[in-house]
């Protein structure tokens, strides 16, 4: 039996079109061409602004012979190039690779070679950085620079295009070309994998479209909102708010660098409702001098991943007239996709109690199909108890392509029809998923399992504690045993015996810590203990 | 050269499934399983207890036979049964065929026999109806009756299954069948076509999907809103708010009849934040008697189509602490398609300034592409100048697959890559689309074209009209001539001789009406004026 409603019924240009959020832009740019787009420093841009000069960007790559498929990358901080780039790029058919501006030389070379870059667009800050890659790499791409108004060091003599110059070659009614296919890349981004060589991360159109919007309907994000740019966007597409912001006619307000007085004054001064960013990020609002600090006249809702919020920290959130949400997500699911959707009857328990609930990563993203914790050896759920750890993963739309020029990690991540997070957790009896370690931050002593996340908690709990970061030492007798790295407070004091005898109050034996020490912790520019770094220290130690 | 993105970077289950709105409610049920889904009079059921009589009932309906793309036909007020069908028909892999309950017998029997229904669940008032219908029928249809609480008729002695004892045969944690493709058939909604037979409009999962989340997006729903069904569920499947709701964890208040008090009343005891209606639902709200209408504690978002708002029912409206929106769509596009996007900036304007703003249908959804008023001859766009009439056209992911079992009609209304909407209007500088009229409706006189619409208009402005309506009546000498009918305000008196001295001072010579006929308007249950029928008093007067 034929289905009678696959007859005669099929797509045709008048009812299927490529999902793509480039045609976010081009909606806000024609229903509200004066609103402001983006705010950066003293600079305003409103979206027929936005719109054209992506345009222009689109128009004058296609006249550099950029075609489908070929890769432009960008070293940008968040300004309004790099905003442009998040549409301009892919409106002239190219896949755009945003590359983080801290790493080293070589990994930037190792990106460019593999990801075959095309043209480069390189804040004027990080020229001298680019310059060494490009020494280093096989590609001779297009260099093209940024001055970035904002940008107030020393005028570099490298030979390179500037990015205004090279606009006013576009046409700013450029004829900018929808994706052949919704499932047409629109970006790469490369992980910062620990071990072996990076693998570049590939979304495409289609799931950024359906992400984009799933944050604005997973946070109940207003029209008009205005969001203020802590979260890197060279991490994820800034998980996709560069084309959510679009969606919903927001304003961007850009930020050259992470600090609390430009923060607060954002928030004050531009009427900020939306922030992102690792718990780092509110330490350091929380924590800046009250003269730094300002009224806020509106409400602001904080999204945070990387690591569970603190009690105290959302304590002073809450306090401060912050919303705190957390998410969590991997670069290959385009940001977040899992969130801590909250109950309001939660709002009525005790502190202690809410920071448990919300230090859970949660549920799936509307754009996400499913989220399980697996057993990945028999792919079948773990029982939700709450304790039974497993692999945290996704399936849905909103999961990467795959990883590029990589078919086997690409395989392996997709094994049985589900994509491996490399996460483990635990499912609670209610549906939401909990962290409890990256497989290869679990600690193994005497056989046991430990949950650096664990010994973190508890000592998380402890007063003097700001910062700490559990990994695995070297152990002649069990193999390994924890070793914590701890950050203390300001104006607290707390010694190695004094944590050792918190834990073993509040943990089994096995699991206190052999060793603490008291160090400043390394992240990376997203906020993310460098747990690999730390691991090192530990071993050598 | 090949794309290096397209290079073992295929779909997989991992990274791809079908878009479908069904998803939506397995997560409300998951996330919120208590959260209240539907209350209906004293009758409250929550998220775990709405999916689980979905699942039950596209369990039973599998039991029964049901295949994937079998039609299953609903005759149903805006009940629980009614919502859960929107949900387990399709969940059972068939298509769901709302019919709207005030079409007559014979309209009933085609569409019967057209969908080659198989199933039809029917509220027990438009029992008598049915049987009617099935005579005359072909098809010979499984029958189940739904018996609503709160319908008090007298019981009827028609053989059919029992929709309660139906559901306990199904399973409530049934394996549903996700659509093998997102561009399978989700629904069929008949178009009451005046002239021919009536069109089957066929949906798919996909766009309902799209049209739901843009629901919610182009009206800022926030989380856990409250929506009163005013709209008829079976006309265009409610605007596709059936599933926006489970999307946002919202609330659905169902009613079974569009009456001032119960309107009042949920709006103050259920706290409703949203409805949707034509014009007359706000007329009706507004006119009722000051015992009836309640005080409320709330904004309330009311979103208007079918007919531009009157200034003076915005006027009230805004008065009663209501924020009207204005939407345009057809059942072609899943409902509403485009939106009268607000600017802020126009709140400041004069109440008529606004009302002629408001009165302009808009702009395009974000799920929709493009939008735009073209000849239809050389499928060019009018100028952008508010005067020069075209035909409104469509393209995008919400517009439907096509008319079922009707590929010649399928091919007119798609004829050149876009979608004809058959109605007529006008492309504002700022890209904002105004109906003049329907084709059908323009009335050609002396060899002019006369927008019926603007003669209402000028006719609505005139303070003793209450509603009016324009349609052409033959002519001896100009071949046609506009004929108006009018129902006056309460309280107000005017003559034709008043009316027309009114229409000289406002309108060219040739655009005054022949002749006003003072009497009660026809309207479809939706609240549309049935223009087809006035045209036939005309014509014979």
Known sequence: MTNPYNTDLDR????????????FLERAASVFPDHTAIVHGPLRRSYAEFYARSRRLASALTKNGIRRGDTVSVLLPNTPAMLECHYGVPMSGAVLHSINTRLDAAIIAFQLDHAMSKVVIVDREFMPLMQEALALATVKPVLIQYDDPEYDGAPTDFEAADYEVFLTRGNPDFA??????????????????????????????????????????????????????????????????????????????????VRAEPIWNALADEGVTHLCGAPIVMSLMISAPDGIKRDLDQPVQFFTAAAPPPEKLLADMRQAGFDVTHLYGLTETYGPAVVN??????????????????????????????????????????????????????????????????????????????FHSGDL??????????????????????????????????????????????????????????????????????DAEALRAWCREHLAPYKVPGKFVFTPIPRTSTGKIQKFVLREQARLS
């Not at 692999?391 to 392996?412: D, H, I, L, S």
């Open 12 to 23: 045709n240009p008048a009812n299927h079109q490529p999902l793509t959020p480039l045609t």
């Open 176 to 257: 900018w070309l929808m994706p052949e296919d919704e499932w047409d890349a629109i970006s790469i981004n490369y992980t910062s994998g620990t071990t072996g060589d990076p693998k570049g991360v590939v979304s495409h159109h289609r799931g950024a479209y359906l992400l984009a919007q799933g944050n604005a309907l997973t946070t109940s994000m207003q029209k008009h909102a205005v969001y203020l740019w802590t979260l890197p966007m060279f991490h994820c597409n800034g998980w996709c708010f560069p084309w959510t912001l679009s969606a919903i006619i927001g304003t961007h307000v850009c930020l050259r660098q």
């Open 341 to 418: 959707d909250w109950h309001e009857s939660w709002s009525a328990l005790p502190s202690d109690e809410q920071a448990r609930l919300k230090s859970r990563q949660g549920v799936r993203y509307l754009p996400l199909e499913q989220l399980d914790v697996l057993d990945p050896e028999t792919m079948q759920p773990v029982p939700r108890d709450g304790t039974t750890i497993g692999e945290v993963m996704f399936r849905g739309n909103v999961v990467m392509k795959g990883y590029f020029r990589n078919p086997k990690a690409t395989q392996e991540a997709f094994a049985g029809g589900w």
């Open 425 to 494: 957790g635990v499912m609670h009896p209610d549906g939401y998923v909990q962290l409890k370690d990256r497989s290869k931050d679990i600690i193994i002593s005497g056989g046991e399992n430990i949950s650096s996340i664990e010994v973190e908690e508890a000592l998380y709990r402890h007063p003097a504690v700001a910062v700490v970061a559990v990994v695995a030492m070297p152990h002649e007798k069990w193999g390994e045993t924890p070793c914590a790295f701890v950050e203390l407070a300001p104006d607290q004091t707390a």
